[in-house]
């Protein structure tokens, strides 16, 4: 039964991941659910206060790391508010139009898209800011991947 249990556990980890291609699922509740699956089926007596400070800390700044890291990618060539939202918006639409790649196109569209309508920015100038946001999603993704790395590890850590 405890080898069920684990790949239960797994499995909400392994979609957490999974939430940093598609953002519309929720990756840091999997991550919690995994977590929290543990104490339910197993205990609770390795969480300690302390434990559900640090990992806390480590949500707030995967929820941080999403939107800091777009926002600096745009900003960093030139676009406004417009085309943070443009890109927000592209990169939860474009995987549901484009799939697979919708995921970098979306984000690239978006940004350009508001850019051009919304500031009436040259195309040639939105496109750099397209640009831009692909590369803060990128950053953004290889940053959650690494905090939720160190929330995993350190759940193992003080479950072992």
Same mark, same amino acid.
């Given at each position: 039964?405890?080898?069920?249990?684990?790949?239960?556990?797994?499995?909400?980890?392994?979609?957490?991941?999974?939430?940093?291609?598609?953002?519309?699922?929720?990756?840091?509740?999997?991550?919690?659910?995994?977590?929290?699956?543990?104490?339910?089926?197993?205990?609770?007596?390795?969480?300690?206060?302390?434990?559900?400070?640090?990992?806390?800390?480590?949500?707030?700044?995967?929820?941080?790391?999403?939107?800091?890291?777009?926002?600096?990618? +745009? #900003?960093?060539?030139? $676009? &406004?508010?417009? %085309?943070?939202?443009? /890109?927000? =918006?592209?990169?939860?639409?474009?995987?549901? *139009?484009?799939?697979?790649?919708?995921?970098?196109?979306?984000?690239?569209?978006?940004?350009?898209?508001?850019?051009?309508?919304?500031?009436?920015?040259?195309?040639?100038?939105? +496109? #750099?800011?397209?640009? $831009? &946001?692909?590369? %803060?999603?990128?950053? /953004?993704? =290889?940053?959650?991947?690494?905090?939720?790395? *160190?929330?995993?590890?350190?759940?193992?850590?003080?479950?072992?």
């Amino acid at each position: 039964m405890n080898i069920l249990f684990w790949i239960i556990i797994w499995i909400l980890f392994a979609v957490a991941f999974l939430g940093l291609i598609y953002p519309i699922i929720p990756s840091v509740l999997f991550l919690l659910g995994g977590i929290l699956m543990y104490g339910v089926l197993f205990t609770f007596k390795h969480f300690t206060w302390y434990f559900w400070l640090i990992e806390g800390l480590f949500v707030v700044l995967l929820f941080g790391a999403d939107y800091i890291a777009n926002m600096i990618g +745009v #900003k960093k060539y030139g $676009g &406004s508010k417009a %085309g943070v939202w443009g /890109s927000t =918006i592209g990169l939860i639409a474009g995987p549901f *139009i484009i799939p697979f790649f919708g995921i970098l196109i979306g984000p690239f569209i978006g940004a350009i898209a508001a850019e051009t309508l919304v500031n009436r920015r040259p195309f040639s100038e939105s +496109v #750099k800011i397209g640009i $831009g &946001s692909v590369i %803060g999603f990128i950053s /953004s993704v =290889i940053t959650k991947t690494v905090i939720m790395a *160190i929330m995993i590890l350190y759940f193992f850590y003080q479950t072992s």
